[in-house]
């Protein structure tokens, strides 16, 4: 694995900070009901993230994932701007306006979604891993989802085809507690998500998914595993939402001291922590990392708000591609 230095350090900082911030703007501009439809925000999971850029090669390694999308694909390498604009509907978005929250995609940076069906990007990952093994490339898939979409049926057929075709993808459930809204101990006999991939052989275990160096160190032993041709892994990251399911969710299924308690171990705070205990920055370098970051969420905001919303001519180049459709004018 790549050392993890104090560059490192600096970096997850500036960098989940900033996911953090980008997601609160989005929070505050859905209520000035600026940004429309669902909105599924990503606070308090942001290790996971960090943890798994920090073992990928962004060159070539591809990722993959369910409707809480926003900050993934900045993390690969897409311009934030563009995602906020995105959800803002706007034509100068990731994809012109016509995804929207749920559908963040970029081809360009390898990040394909963004999927508001529970579970239906589990076999699409393992598809795209499949084509890369096909074309003989030594690329590997990073395959994310919620707790909720491990109890779909298409879970256990794409872990029975992918250990079967010894695929080079890496199967992730962000277990942040709650699907939607029903706590992980209601909806299964077992809470110990990682347990199924032992019906499949399948290399499996619990990461503590609130610690990028956790996260890291076992996202990069999957991934070589991957590249070395020896098939899938299975990894479940516990970690927790600070917000709720969506921005329409009440959370009366939880306490707020048992959201004070997760908070007390936020990937920031101990990233932060150990910058501070090792002297990687003094104070008023992070007050400037901290004004930074603030003033890059201020110019994503700045550019939705000013971009143009799509013509409405797209809808139909992107429905019909037979040029005198009936019913066009």
Same mark, same amino acid.
Request: glycine content about 10%.
């Given at each position: ?16 900070? %900033? ?5 609160? #703007? /989005?929070?505050? &501009?859905? $209520? ?126 794409? %872990? ?5 075709? #010894? /695929?080079?993808? &890496?199967? $992730? ?157």
């Amino acid at each position: 694995m790549k050392e993890i230095t104090k560059d490192t350090y600096i970096n997850w900082y500036r960098d989940m900070l %900033f996911w953090r911030k980008f997601e609160d #703007k /989005l929070a505050a &501009v859905y $209520i000035q009901q600026k940004v429309r439809g669902f909105l599924h925000l990503y606070n308090g999971q942001e290790a996971v993230l960090a943890g798994s850029l920090h073992a990928m090669d962004l060159t070539k390694d591809k990722m993959i994932t369910a409707y809480r999308n926003h900050v993934q694909p900045i993390g690969m390498g897409e311009d934030p701007k563009r995602v906020m604009a995105e959800l803002y509907g706007k034509a100068t978005g990731t994809s012109q306006g016509l995804g929207g929250s749920m559908h963040i995609f970029s081809k360009e940076y390898r990040f394909y979604g963004g999927h508001g069906i529970v579970g239906g990007q589990i076999p699409l990952g393992a598809g795209i891993a499949f084509g890369d093994k096909y074309k003989g490339s030594d690329a590997v898939t990073l395959c994310y989802f919620g707790d909720g979409a491990a109890r779909q049926g298409s879970l256990h057929e794409t %872990f029975n085809m992918a250990m079967n075709w #010894k /695929l080079p993808v &890496v199967f $992730i459930v962000e277990n942040n507690g709650y699907a939607m809204g029903t706590s992980v101990e209601r909806t299964a006999n077992h809470t110990d998500i990682w347990k199924l991939g032992l019906g499949y052989e399948m290399p499996c275990g619990p990461v503590d998914g609130m610690n990028p160096i956790k996260v890291a160190e076992a996202v990069d032993e999957a991934i070589q595993r991957a590249r070395r041709g020896d098939g899938p892994t299975f990894l479940e990251m516990k970690t927790y939402r600070y917000r709720g399911h969506s921005m329409s969710d009440a959370q009366h299924y939880r306490t707020k001291e048992e959201v004070e308690e997760y908070k007390k171990i936020d990937p920031i705070t101990q990233v932060l922590d150990i910058i501070k205990k090792n002297k990687y920055a003094t104070d008023e370098e992070i007050k400037a990392i901290d004004k930074e970051v603030k003033q890059l969420v201020d110019e994503c905001e700045k550019f939705a708000d000013e971009s143009p919303y799509p013509d409405l001519s797209i809808l139909h180049d992107v429905v019909y591609e037979q040029e005198d459709y009936p019913f066009i004018k």
